[in-house]
């Protein structure tokens, strides 16, 4: 688990963020919630999903670095691509949930919980 | 010839070179093979020419399906809905989905107790050809690619875990439209050296003194009427679950059964449990909606094929065999029935998605507490005792299946073809489970009487004129439906007794 948090701090280097990520885009209801990089989603469907996740993994200190990921993302393309590399990292490590009857990876799980705390 | 045997007088004499006991598909097809020899055979056939619920009435029982760890369910009905007694047996409701046996499922696989066929599935090919052709279906193949003409479409040969296995549907089953299954009847039945006995029931097999022999049977009819019928060779085709009660019936020299010199009789017993749950169904989600036609089921002419975890896998996991059918599309849905699917499309790219319905089919392994048994103190209208089946999964089976779904999931994500819903744990599977009719193990096949009740030639171990046919034999039963592979076994046996009873 560490060096997948230490992967996905690395990503926010990648995409330039600063360390110091202002905390209320990471965790407020501003740039974190901005779902439009992920198309039509259904929101009560991803606060199902993420509470699902959090619930399983209440200790899971990598949502907070997804949080963070896409508060401060400043181009769609690449930081859905960082993810789908996430995704098939995951995959293909075994790095598996189930939300709700879907077996997905640790990624799209943190993505979940990350947003579910929008309006919430 | 077809013989109303209630009109008999009582204390008749049957006689024929051979007699067959059971007039379902591999007794006829028997009979039609002997016959075609120039071999007198008579079929001892215990229904009518249609279904009778008095004659349904004799496969009454008690039934439990159980395994470690699951809620324990009492399926008493499973035994009369699951066969039919009257003249072509279950074939009469058969749905005609045919496959042969993979060639790991003929192994002896280590990890998986009392394994191993004493054929090989190479040594199965001409007698699988043959019933193919005889149902009108094309050869299979061990490679689906031979038969479809592409490779496996959803893994697209980035996956070692998942192989396609062929899969194909007769005319020749007695429940579907314009069947032809009343011909493969008319064929045997009007045969000029086959007579089908029709409501005559094998109530007994009656042994030479030393126990080596079939001396005759003793063979009964609901109007009351007793008879005795003899041959020189005797073959039991009545099904997986009476070929074993009649064997452990008949115990006036061999006091545990027929056949039953290691405990094996009515032990092993096997059947196919298809996955699913009607309330919580298992949908995938892939990117491709045009690669699935391989694995659409609807046209019943066509090849289509299923996903099974490849022999390679099998060994690496030391796990069982499992298929997954994707027959249908299904329609959309919503919240969290999509949203995951919807969030993997977006990461991968695709425009395109589908949702498939699911269902999963693990095979059964052979144990010895999984078992038929007779109720001594509960006769039916023939004095019989009645069945009891006690199905059980073992470890084998509830502690492999979620490994081997989530290496399914993992390899779907992995590849970004797609994602799967499944809910239920391994302590649910026994509650999710839809049997098949499929009876399969508890005469099974051994070269040695220590590990089976027939040998290789399906002859009762110990018993120099009697043998069995039909799926009671398989020794461990894979995923394939197993009517191809009872009438290759049929058409093996047929082949072994012809220059034997000719000369």
Excluded at chain 1, 54 to 82: F, G, H, Y
Excluded at chain 2, 38 to 58: K, N, P, T
Excluded at chain 2, 135 to 159: C, I, N, R, W, Y
Excluded at chain 2, 432 to 441: E, I, Q, Y
Aim: proline share 3%.
């Amino acid at each position: 688990m560490q060096l997948d948090r230490r992967r996905l701090l690395g990503l926010l280097v990648a995409l330039g963020a600063s360390t110091a990520v202002n905390r209320q885009l990471a965790f407020g209801a501003s740039a974190a919630c901005d779902v439009t990089m992920f198309g039509k989603l259904d929101m009560d469907a991803i606060h199902e999903l993420g509470r699902e996740y959090l619930a399983q993994r209440p200790a899971a200190t990598e949502v907070d670095v997804i949080a963070k990921l896409l508060a401060a993302s400043q181009n769609d393309t690449e930081t859905l691509e960082q993810l789908r590399t996430e995704v098939v990292a995951d995959f293909t490590a075994g790095r598996i949930v189930n939300l709700a009857g879907w077996f997905v990876s640790e990624t799209e799980g943190r993505v979940f919980a990350a947003l579910s705390r929008c309006n919430s | 010839m077809l013989i109303d045997t209630e009109q008999l007088e009582d204390g008749s004499l049957l006689e024929a070179k051979v007699i067959i006991a059971g007039g379902g598909m591999a007794g006829l097809l028997l009979a039609r093979q002997l016959g075609d020899a120039g071999i007198d055979v008579l079929v001892l056939e215990s229904g009518g020419q249609a279904q009778d619920s008095r004659v349904q009435s004799l496969y009454a029982g008690k039934m439990t399906l159980g395994g470690p760890g699951n809620a324990e369910r009492n399926m008493d009905g499973y035994l009369i809905a699951s066969r039919m007694r009257y003249l072509g047996g279950s074939g009469n409701v058969w749905g005609g989905k045919c496959a042969p046996l993979d060639p790991l499922d003929f192994e002896r696989r280590d990890w998986i107790a009392h394994s191993g066929w004493p054929v090989t599935r190479a040594s199965m090919q001409s007698f699988y050809d043959r019933a193919c052709d005889l149902l009108g279906l094309p050869h299979f193949h061990v490679d689906a690619q031979a038969m479809t003409g592409a490779p496996e479409p959803l893994f697209a040969g980035k996956s070692s875990r998942f192989t396609a296995r062929p899969r194909c549907y007769t005319r020749c089953s007695g429940a579907v439209a314009n069947s032809t299954y009343h011909d493969y009847k008319l064929a045997a039945s009007n045969h000029e050296r086959v007579r089908i006995h029709l409501k005559a029931n094998l109530t007994r097999i009656k042994l030479s003194a030393d126990g080596q022999r079939v001396a005759s049977l003793e063979v009964r009819c609901l109007n009351g009427r007793t008879h005795q019928a003899r041959a020189s060779t005797y073959i039991l085709a009545m099904g997986g679950i009476e070929n074993a009660r009649l064997l452990m019936v008949s115990n006036d020299v061999h006091r545990s059964g027929i056949g039953n010199h290691s405990d094996w009789l009515g032990r092993a017993f096997q059947g196919h449990a298809v996955i699913e749950h009607e309330q919580q169904p298992t949908v995938m989600l892939i990117r491709s909606s045009a690669a699935m036609t391989p694995f659409d089921a609807l046209d019943r002419g066509k090849v289509h094929i299923v996903l099974g975890v490849s022999d390679a896998a099998q060994r690496d996991l030391k796990g069982t065999n499992l298929t997954i059918s994707m027959p249908r599309g299904i329609g959309a849905g919503s919240g969290v029935g999509v949203t995951p699917q919807a969030f993997a499309r977006r990461l991968a790219g695709s425009k395109i998605s589908e949702r498939r319905e699911a269902y999963f089919v693990i095979e059964h392994t052979p144990n010895r507490d999984s078992r038929l048994s007779l109720i001594r103190d509960e006769l039916d209208e023939l004095q019989m005792p009645r069945i009891r089946l006690d199905m059980r999964f073992s470890a084998a089976e509830t502690e492999r299946f979620t490994p081997m779904l989530t290496m399914f999931a993992t390899e779907l994500g992995r590849t970004e073809a797609g994602r799967l819903q499944w809910r239920n744990g391994a302590a649910d599977l026994v509650a999710a489970m839809s049997l098949s009719r499929h009876h399969m193990g508890a005469t099974r096949m051994a070269v040695n009487a220590k590990n089976g009740v027939v040998d290789e030639h399906c002859r009762v171990h110990g018993v120099q004129n009697l043998y069995v046919a039909g799926s009671s034999v398989f020794p461990t039963s894979g995923i394939a439906n197993p009517t191809l592979t009872l009438l290759a076994l049929a058409f093996r046996l047929g082949d072994h007794l012809r220059p034997r009873l000719s000369a």
